[in-house]
């Protein structure tokens, strides 16, 4: 149980262009979702955490303009990278909680961002 | 802030080896503690946890004990097999890990097991 679908796993885009990615938590209702990024041999790095119904929290140095999230329902969290650039070519992740407390995150399988 | 301290990798062991893996932390109050696996092409899933000190993790043969005393959270394996391959993530919750708080995740360490 507590599995969270993200999607896209991958994908390509030009310079300038937008991308949405989305999280979608299968069997429970996440009421919070974290949106991490991770650079190639870097940690992952807390990005926004959203939650359901109301607006984002964004970590210090992220761009809350570039990087929109929407959680508009308990299954549902979307992160919009805005006019990207190639600097924004990362591995995204969205997590949620688990439920119980202390019981941990379920992660997504993590997007592959590459902006050409 | 928080922030986790975990060995650089690749870290190469044959089979049936002992596996250590170091992990440090600083954070204020009482965090909860983490280990995750991350396997090619999956994302990441939790192996144990720890929520207060002396607190050992177990899972799947690995375990964790949480050192208050020297703020660490080293993983162990007394014999790691091939498919233990997998990148293995320290990470800290600031409370009980009740989901308030994103976690704070060291840098990762890639494991590799040789037959």
């Known amino acids: 149980g507590a599995v969270v679908s993200q999607h896209p796993s991958w994908v390509i885009c030009k310079s300038g262009t937008s991308v949405k990615i989305e999280c979608r938590s299968l069997?429970?209702?996440?009421?919070?979702m974290f949106w991490y990024r991770q650079f190639p041999k870097q940690s992952l790095m807390l990005m926004a955490t959203s939650n359901e119904g109301s607006k984002a929290t964004y970590e210090q140095g992220v761009e809350k303009d570039k990087f929109l999230i929407n959680h508009a329902s308990l299954t549902l969290s979307t992160l919009t990278v805005t006019s990207a650039h190639p600097e924004d070519s990362s591995f995204y992740i969205c997590?949620?909680?688990?439920?119980?407390?202390?019981?941990?995150?379920?992660f997504g399988s993590g997007t592959r961002l590459t902006v050409v | 802030g928080n922030s986790v301290t975990q060995m650089e990798g690749p870290v190469t062991l044959s089979e049936e080896a002992f596996l250590t893996i170091n992990c440090t932390y600083t954070?204020?109050?009482?965090?909860?503690l983490f280990w995750y696996v991350q396997y090619p092409g999956e994302g990441l899933q939790l192996l144990l946890k720890a929520t207060k000190a002396d607190d050992k993790g177990s899972n799947k043969g690995f375990e964790a004990t949480y050192r208050k005393e020297t703020t660490s959270f080293h993983l162990e394996k007394g014999s790691v097999q091939v498919s233990d391959s997998a990148v293995y993530f320290c990470a800290l919750s600031p409370n009980s890990g009740g989901g308030a708080d994103g976690l704070t995740f060291g840098k990762g360490t890639h494991l590799i097991i040789q037959p």
């Open positions: 069997d429970f209702q996440a009421t919070t």
């Open positions: 954070a204020t109050g009482y965090p909860s």
């Open positions: 997590s949620a909680p688990r439920g119980q407390k202390g019981y941990g995150y379920t």
